[in-house]
């Protein structure tokens, strides 16, 4: 049976809309063995929630080199090193000490601490946005995203544009089904630049800041170098895309409701917040979590031998239609339980919090913007990608 094909992800019409795949996925092939990515793809509910908790599968995502020339094989090689080594490629001891490094820097009193600053750069991009037609995802959701990242990392605001190269191109690398040589070319350059910066700038910036929300991340200059950058890398990429990934997304929703109820919102603060978490569980930013095996294990009936890749499909969890109602409708504060946006178990999202924060006080600014307005959607663009949603235009019409 060959319910999953990988190529049918990189299409166009996939891109804008996967959850068919993934719901043919559940009903035909709920644990798909598929040779093209050398995976397993798991997408129920059920199961994915039970791997996550699973303390034998190892993060490290296993070899996905895929065919290489001789030639491309060591740079291939040296990029997969790197970012095998960030905590949320990598097993305990490793990632829990990378984890406990940070973890102090992302307690509930913290994430709200920036709900100020927060909407404070919202505000101000949205006053930049004038009548007429305008990309909402390139001139509000991205920057928000990228600027409060930055600011949560120590990262001065003179830098930003700097960083976020940085960033794109490190997750480039990891957005393909097999290892691509260019891409790993370019990750090693930004890795280089990277590594630089965080020693020249950042860790100097952390030391003499008098900033109580920074603080806690002074543990990173205590890392040797190469824990440093692993550690700081990935709080920089695991922050940018997924947080303008899921501000479009819940943008996307409320412009799609008529005026009052998106009045309603604004005056309500549990709305907003229910509105935030089911833009999460309806579309993920991440939709897959991967994992290898190190013993075998029996899924679904299915014996995996160890030292295979598995790929959780949180995407496709978060839409089961065993565990919700009507899983393909957008309905805050729904029964069902938690979505697995931000993963579960061990490598649960750090920032789960703090991304809930910054998106809460994102849409109040934009609901504020919108407010007695007409505004409207106008197109929706959406790049193919693998494993990610990705949003380059949102066009609305004020
Ligand atoms: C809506 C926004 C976000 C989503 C949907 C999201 C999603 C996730 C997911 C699914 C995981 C677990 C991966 C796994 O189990 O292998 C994760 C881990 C992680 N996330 Fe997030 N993330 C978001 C925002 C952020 C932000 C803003 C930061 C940092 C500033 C961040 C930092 C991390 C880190 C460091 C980990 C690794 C934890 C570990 O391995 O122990 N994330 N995130």
């Known amino acids: 049976m060959h319910v999953f094909d990988p190529e049918i992800l990189l299409t166009e019409k996939t891109a804008l809309d ?203 200059a205590e890392l040797n170098p190469e824990d440093a950058l692993a550690l700081f890398a990935q709080l920089l990429t695991g922050g940018i895309d997924p947080v303008a990934s899921a501000l479009a997304t819940t943008a996307d929703v409320l412009l799609r409701w008529d005026p009052a109820a998106r009045a309603e919102a604004l005056a309500r603060r549990e709305l907003l917040e229910a509105v935030v978490e089911e833009a999460l569980r309806y579309d993920a930013p991440f939709h897959f979590v991967p994992r290898s095996t190190t013993v075998p294990l029996e899924i679904g009936g299915r014996k995996v031998p160890a030292g295979w890749r598995l790929v959780l499909v949180i995407a496709s969890a978060n839409r089961d239609e065993a565990v919700y109602e009507g899983p393909d409708a957008f309905r805050p504060g729904r029964s069902g339980p938690r979505h697995l946006s931000f993963g579960l178990g061990r490598h649960y999202c750090l920032a789960g919090l703090l991304s809930r924060v910054i998106l809460r006080e994102g849409v109040l600014a934009l609901l504020e913007r919108l407010d007695g307005t007409e505004a409207r959607p106008l197109a929706t663009v959406r790049t193919p990608a693998f494993g990610v949603t990705t949003w380059p235009r949102l066009m609305i019409a004020f």
């Open 18 to 220: 996967p959850y068919p795949v993934f719901a043919r996925m559940r009903a035909l092939d709920p644990v798909h063995w598929n040779e093209p990515t050398n995976s397993w793809y798991v997408p129920t509910y059920g199961d994915v929630a039970r791997l996550l908790l699973e303390e034998s599968l190892s993060a490290c995502p296993g070899d996905y080199t895929g065919p290489q020339r001789d030639e491309d094989r060591p740079e291939v090689e040296e990029a997969m090193a790197f970012f095998n080594s960030w905590m949320v490629f990598s097993d305990p001891p490793h990632q829990t000490r990378l984890r406990e490094t940070v973890a102090p820097a992302f307690p509930r009193r913290s994430a709200e601490a920036w709900a100020g600053h927060v909407r404070r750069t919202a505000r101000e991009l949205l006053d930049a946005v004038g009548e007429g037609e305008t990309d909402l995802f390139g001139a509000f959701a991205a920057p928000l995203a990228v600027r409060l990242t930055c600011a949560v990392l120590g990262v001065p605001e003179q830098d930003v544009q700097l960083v976020q190269d940085w960033s794109s191109r490190l997750i480039g690398f990891l957005s393909t089904p097999t290892a691509d040589p260019v891409r790993a070319r370019i990750a090693l350059q930004a890795r280089d630049d990277l590594r630089k910066y965080l020693q020249d700038t950042v860790i100097p910036g952390l030391r003499a800041t008098d900033d109580e929300r920074l603080i806690p991340l002074r543990g990173i």
